[in-house]
C-alpha cells in the first residue's frame, strides 16, 4: 500500500484491522480498503488524474469529494459516469478513467436550446410559457 494513506486517526481511527480489497484502474492493479470509495482509494495509491474536461482536455480529479460536482465521474465495470466519490470500492472492480462524456448542460440533438445555469436564465427561458404560479 501506498504511503499516501492515513493510518492513524484521531477520530476515524486506526487502520489495523481494515480487510484489503484489490481493484484495477486503467490496466493496473491496486489495493484498497473494505469502506473506501474509490476516490479515496485512488487517492491513498497516489491517482489524482480520474478523467479528462470534455472540452479542454484537461486533467480533472477530486474537487468536492462529497457527490455535488461530477469531476470524479469513472467507468466502473463498464458502467460510465460513475462518481468515485460516492462508491464504495469493491474486490475485483475494474475502474477506467472517465472517457469524453457530453457536457450535462450543453443542448443535444434532442434539445437544441441550451440548459439553465442559473435559476435566472430558467426563468428568462420560462417568461411568458406558463401561467403565473398562484403558489407563490
Not at 100 to 127: D, G, S
Amino acid at each position: 500500500m501506498s504511503n499516501k494513506r492515513i493510518t492513524k486517526h484521531p477520530v476515524l481511527g486506526n487502520l489495523d484491522n481494515q480487510t484489503a480489497v484489490t481493484f484495477t484502474f486503467d490496466g493496473k492493479t491496486y489495493e484498497g480498503y473494505e469502506g473506501d470509495t474509490i476516490a479515496s482509494a485512488l487517492l491513498a495509491n497516489g491517482i489524482r488524474q480520474l478523467r479528462v474536461h470534455e472540452e479542454s482536455g484537461k486533467p480533472r480529479g477530486i474537487y468536492c469529494n462529497i457527490g455535488h460536482c461530477f469531476e470524479c465521474r469513472v467507468t466502473i465495470d463498464e458502467k460510465a459516469g460513475v462518481r468515485a466519490c460516492m462508491t464504495e470500492v469493491k474486490e475485483g472492480m475494474v475502474v477506467k478513467s472517465g472517457t469524453t462524456q457530453p457536457l450535462p448542460l450543453k443542448p443535444t440533438e434532442k434539445n437544441t436550446e441550451q440548459l439553465p445555469r442559473t435559476y435566472t436564465e430558467f426563468q428568462k427561458q420560462n417568461e411568458g410559457s406558463k401561467e403565473e404560479d398562484p403558489h407563490v
